[in-house]
């Protein structure tokens, strides 16, 4: 009844303290929710007509522009079920391989010698000595709060954080371009070469090579990229790939469950399963930044189009919980229909799953429902922070929220940019945010933009 008084008369303009999203927001789900049904039903229908296969690009969730780069898909951000596709065009085969082959890479954190070998290097006293500290005053403060609150994090969580900590300041040295082996002096980057024996054997598929800038030395050194863990254990440097790779494997050697996550536009971090939330948890340890994903857009100012967990258990796509706001963050997902994505991340999974307990299985079937639930729930709130967002800008200038552009509920809040690497090498990967690099600026000398 009061829907209807409000649209017989004109009602004043709401002011933006009063304003909630939350009912616009549940009602755009509930129109999402109606589209999805009508557009199963119309499938059910057409699959029962002909025999033809499902064309994704016939679908009425995908824009009808001639112009393929006209409109950015966004399809994979959107709250509409797909139907899996096998993949049939070159693109989306070699795209199914490429995916596939980096599938393997969680596989090597359950070598039991590895594990061991990682166990020796870790001050294990210290880090559950810090663990234990930390859940003490997590529990301290949850039982400030109320008797029935919970803490935020549970021990397993604090044993990650320490690890976090001890790996960031002592363990691993970042690489921006190695000393001179001969007199120590700084290098500048050459180019490429090819690997030698020992390095491909240590697992190296290329090397980047340096020169001394003292003209009087001239010397040369190499810096492999490992991929062997055992490798990056022993020189304990890298980039970004190093760390990430050796993290992962340290994280599994203390009982965590992990996920290396590939980001198409050359970066990669971890995850790590919280038992106390019950969901993945992002951890970078080149920024030594924890449970803090949307670091990448909003901190560093990064575009990203795909962002893939793979762990012993499978492979998914995590890109809505790395990007919030695909409009200002995303980029095109053209590398396969998302038909075709979900497709590949299903036969990974069944891959890795073929020969697990029935009991598991369930369990990680609960578990993907969970995290599909909470993906979702990305897309609500970024509707909701841009409704509100376009409301706050229609308002009179006096009822806006400081900052100058609107509020979006804390999910455009200035971010830190990013630490490590050059400054010059960090605008090279267009992950400056802010930073931007000035003319003659140290670290000019970037090392190869190729790899992580």
């Known amino acids: 009844m009061a829907d209807h008084s409000v649209k017989r008369r004109r009602s004043p303009r709401p002011r933006a303290a009063d304003f909630d999203a939350t009912e616009l927001a549940n009602r755009f789900e509930q129109l999402l929710s109606n589209r999805r049904l009508t557009e199963l039903a119309d499938r059910s229908r057409a699959r029962s007509q ?3 296969p499902f064309n994704p690009s016939s679908s009425s969730s995908r824009p009808t522009s001639t112009n393929p780069s006209a409109l950015p898909s966004y399809s994979s951000l959107r709250n509409i079920p797909k139907v899996a596709t096998p993949p049939q065009d070159p693109a989306s085969l070699k795209f199914r391989n490429l995916l ?3 599938s393997h890479s969680p596989l ?5 010698g590895l594990l061991d070998d990682a166990l020796k290097v870790i001050p294990l006293d210290r880090i559950y000595s810090e663990a234990e500290e930390e859940t003490q005053i997590l529990q301290a403060q949850a039982a400030s709060i109320g008797d029935n609150e919970k803490p935020e994090w549970g021990y397993q969580d604090c044993v990650i954080r320490a690890l976090l900590r001890w790996f960031k300041r002592s363990f691993m040295t970042w690489v921006n371009n190695p000393s001179c082996p001969a007199c120590g002096s700084p290098t500048y980057a050459v180019g490429m070469t090819p690997p030698d024996q020992d390095e491909k054997a240590r697992g190296a598929s290329r090397v980047e090579l340096y020169r001394c800038s003292v003209a009087e030395c001239g010397s040369y050194e190499r810096f492999p990229r490992y991929s062997d863990v055992w490798a990056i254990l022993q020189s304990r440097r890298g980039r970004v790939g190093e760390w990430a790779n050796c993290f992962s494997m340290l994280c599994r050697a203390v009982g965590g469950r992990v996920r290396w996550v590939w980001n198409a536009e050359d970066h990669v971090w971890t995850e790590v399963y919280s038992d106390q939330q019950k969901r993945w948890v992002h951890v970078d340890a080149c920024e030594e ?7 990448y857009t909003q901190g560093w100012g990064k575009k990203m189009s795909y962002c893939i967990a793979f762990s012993i258990d499978g492979a998914t796509d995590v890109t809505r919980r790395y990007v919030r706001n695909p409009a ?3 980029l ?3 590398r396969a229909p998302e038909e075709v994505l979900l497709y590949i991340m299903n036969e ?4 890795r799953r073929e020969n697990l307990p029935k009991e598991e299985k369930r369990r990680l079937f609960k578990e993907d429902q969970r995290e599909d639930r909470e993906l979702r729930g990305y897309v609500v709130q970024a509707l909701t922070a841009e409704i509100e967002k376009l409301v706050l800008a229609s308002g009179p200038t006096s009822s806006r929220r400081p900052g100058g552009s609107g509020g979006s509920g804390g999910s455009e809040q200035k971010l830190p940019t990013r630490e490590t ?5 960090r605008a090279a990967r267009e992950e400056s945010g802010t930073n931007i690099p000035q003319p003659g600026e140290p670290g000019s000398d970037q090392p190869p933009r190729e790899g992580h």
């Open 421 to 425: 690497g050059t400054a010059a090498w």
């Open 108 to 112: 090597k954190y359950e070598n039991a």
């Open 100 to 102: 596939i082959a980096i």
């Open 348 to 351: 990974i999974k069944q891959m």
């Open 332 to 334: 095109d997902r053209n």
């Open 289 to 295: 930044a924890w449970d803090n994903p949307r670091l």
């Open 328 to 330: 200002a963050h995303s």
């Open 50 to 52: 002909t025999p033809a």
